[in-house]
């Protein structure tokens, strides 16, 4: 299981995501580098501060606006980063193009993804392997999260959602809850995670938002997850080098 720290810019910023209230947003603070707030700046602090050399991008521009922010990527992915990005993807050519700026993992979110036909067209007429993207299953205090005007059924479940992706070939899920997101309250989608595993044993789970603590992430290691994305709990030196190693040694069996 691998942690997997997190940026989420906004007007060209890194600030501090809390429960998915994007208007309340603010340039970040942090005790990892007193320039947290520039994007670069920080992956360079968790590749050289806690040497995390993946990241995941939340490009909250691209998600809002359609305005992403290829220079970003391309400088960071220069850092010898294996960057992860969410830009609110829609459409096969989007998917493309950040596989050509050398994006090693596409996010597919759900608050992004207008209807299963969508999601479906993605997958097959972009150039990217399957293995290359992860579906997000966005949720806001467990309700599943869609944009507006989707065309999802009504009663479309996560579990619905999950065997539609199977069926098309992806195996990659991310259970984000933006809720949780800067709470701090615990990683409640771990049991939920664990649940997606005993249903869909081929599937491959990461966990986001809502990480308290040390204690937190040695619960969590008890499950069968892939991984872990983590930001305020790093930021407010909750998380720092010395519990990040102590946690890869859970997983160090050499």
């Known amino acids: 299981m ?27 603070v942090s005790v990892l580098t007193s320039h947290a707030a520039e994007p670069l700046e ?7 501060n806690l040497g995390l050399k993946t990241v995941y991008l ?18 960071i992915i ?9 830009a609110g993807t829609q459409s096969a050519s989007q998917a493309s193009h950040l596989l050509k700026t050398g994006v090693d993992t596409i996010i597919l979110g759900l608050e992004s993804i207008r209807s299963p036909d969508q999601l479906k067209q993605i997958i097959h007429d972009s150039d990217v392997p399957k293995g290359r993207f992860l579906l997000s299953l966005d949720q806001r205090d467990g309700r599943v999260l869609f944009p507006e005007n ?40 771990a049991l939920t995670g664990f649940e997606i595993l005993e249903k869909f044993p081929e599937a491959l789970v990461w966990l986001g938002g809502g990480v308290s603590g040390f ?4 619960q969590i290691a ?5 991984g872990l994305l983590m930001a305020t709990a790093i930021h407010q030196g909750r998380i720092g080098i010395n519990e990040i190693h102590a946690f890869s040694k859970l997983f160090d069996h050499s």
């Open 222 to 226: 008890k499950l069968p997850l892939e």
């Open 78 to 86: 220069d850092l010898d980063i294996r960057l992860w990005v969410d």
């Open 150 to 189: 989707h065309q999802w059924p009504v009663d479309t479940t996560i579990t619905d959602v999950i065997a539609i992706a199977l069926e098309q070939g992806l195996t990659r899920f991310l259970m984000l809850d933006l809720a949780r997101v800067g709470s701090g309250l615990g990683a409640a989608g």
């Open 58 to 75: 939340a490009d909250l521009d691209a998600i809002q606006k359609n305005q992403p922010d290829w220079l970003l990527y391309s400088q």
């Open 2 to 28: 691998k942690i997997i720290p997190v940026i989420d810019i906004l007007g060209g910023k890194a600030v501090h995501a809390r429960g998915g209230q994007r208007s309340e947003y603010r340039p970040l």
């Open 42 to 48: 920080l992956a360079k602090a968790y590749r050289n």
């Open 215 to 218: 204690s937190d992430l040695i």
